[in-house]
C-alpha cells in the first residue's frame, strides 16, 4: 500500500514540476535578446479579457494606456493564445509596416478564413491586390461604382424616410453587399442573392475572440455561416460559366486571365477570398459610417455646414439642368464632408491599424522584437497633442487646407500602411461621402442613447437608428 502512495505521489510531483516548468516558459518566453518589458497573464488565456473589456470608442483601450504608463511605448503579452508585441510608436509602427508583410492574427482566427485564402497567403498577396484594384480602385470607382453606390443609397434613404426610421449600420450594410455583389458576381438570381444576404443573419456579432469551434458559439454559427456563404458563391459562379451567362469584374478578370494562360487563383481561394472581402467590409464600413453619423449628432454645427455643402451640390446641379446622379467631380467637390470624414476616422481609429507576423526578428534600441510574435501597431499619433490640437475633441475643421485625398500619413493611418495599406480606402470614403450627402437632403436626428464603444471592434449596443423625415427644401 505504501509502495502504491509512493507511486502516485511521484506521479503528482512529477506533473506539477511540469506544469510549474510550462508557466515559468510561458511568462519568460525565449528570445536571442532583451524582450521589450510586459507580462504574458495566464497560460492560453493571456490578457485577453482585460484587452477586451469594452472601452469608449474615441478613447485608447484603458488596457493599452495603462500598460504604457506602466511600460512605455512598446510591450510584449499574450493575447488569443497568441505571443504579442504592441506598439503606440508610431515610427516602429511605419517600419514594421514596411519590412513585414503576413497579415497579424491569432492561428486560432486565421483558421477561420481557409489557409489558402489570398489575405493571409504572402505569396498570392500580391495578385489579389492587383484585381481589388481594377474593381476597387479609384479608376473603377469613378468610371463604374459610383454610379451603384448613389442609386443603392438613394434608393434606401428614400424607403427609410417613407418609413420615419432607419438603422445606419443595417442599411450601409445592405448597400455594400448588394454593390460587391454585383461587381464580383455579376446579376444573381434573386433566390441566390437572398441566401447570400441571409448568411449575415446567421453571422455573430462581436465575433473577434478566441475561436473555439463548439457547437453553440459565435464562432461555430460563423463557420458554418462561412460555408453557407462559399457554397451559395461557387455554385452560382460554376453555374454562370456553365450557361455563358456574364460574371462580375472579379470574376471576368480571373477566368479571363486562365483563359489566357496568365498564372492565376483558383476557384476555391477566390471564393474564400471574396468571402473575406465582404466580412471585412461588412463588419468595419457600416460601423463607422455610423459612429461618424452620431458624431454629426452630437455636433450641431457640423451638422449645418454638411447641410449647406450638399444643399449646394444640388442646387448647382438644377441650375445647370444636369441629370441628380452623383458624378466624380461632385464626390471631389465635397471638401467639408470630407474633412468631417478624415476627422471621424482619426478619432475612432483605437485600434491597431498596423497588424503583423513579425517575419523576421527585429531590434527597437535595447529591445528584441523575436520572429514569429503577432505585432499591434495603435495609431497613438492620433491622440498626440503635439500633432492635433485638443485631439480628443471631434473637429473637422482642424482638416481645413490640407490634403484630403491623402489617406497614410506619419501622423495618419486610419487603413494601416505598407503593403498591407487598406486597398479598399477609397471605396470607404467614397461610400461614407454618398451616404452623408443624401442623408443631409432630409430632417434627421439620431437618439441620443446612441452610444459608441469599441470591443476591439466597434459596437453600437444600443443599435444605430435614426429617425428620417422628407425635407420639402431639397428634393
Known sequence: MVDVYEFWAV???LIVVKLCHWIYQWRNPKSNGELPPGSMGYPIIGETFEFMKPHDAIQLPTFVKEKVLRHGPVFRTSLFGGKVI???DIGLNMEIAKTNHIPGMPKSLARLFGSNNLFVNKDTHKHARSLTNQFLGSQALKLRMIQDIDFLARTHLKEGARKGSLDIKE?????????LAKKVMGEMEPEAAKELTLCWTFFPREWFGFAWNIPGTGVYRMVKARNRMMKVLKETVLKKRASGEELG????TIFGDTERGVETISLESATEYIFTLFLLANETTPAVLAATIKLISDHPKVMQELQREH?????????????ADLTWEDYKSMTFTQMVINESLRITSTVPTVLRIIDHEF???EYTIPAGWIFMGYPYVHFNAEKYDDPLAFNPWRWKGKDLSAIVSRTYIPFGSGSRLCVGAEF???KMAIFIHHLSRYRWSMKTETTLLRRFVLILPRGSDVQILEDTKAK
Do not use: M, P, W
Open 428 to 430: 470607404v470614403k467614397l
Open 86 to 88: 504592441i506598439s503606440t
Open 249 to 252: 469584374d472579379f470574376f471576368k
Open 171 to 179: 442599411t450601409t450594410s445592405k448597400i455594400i453587399i448588394e454593390c
Open 311 to 323: 444643399e449646394g451640390i444640388v442646387r448647382d446641379k438644377i441650375e445647370k439642368n444636369e441629370k
Open 11 to 13: 506521479i503528482v510531483s
Open 363 to 365: 531590434q527597437f534600441g
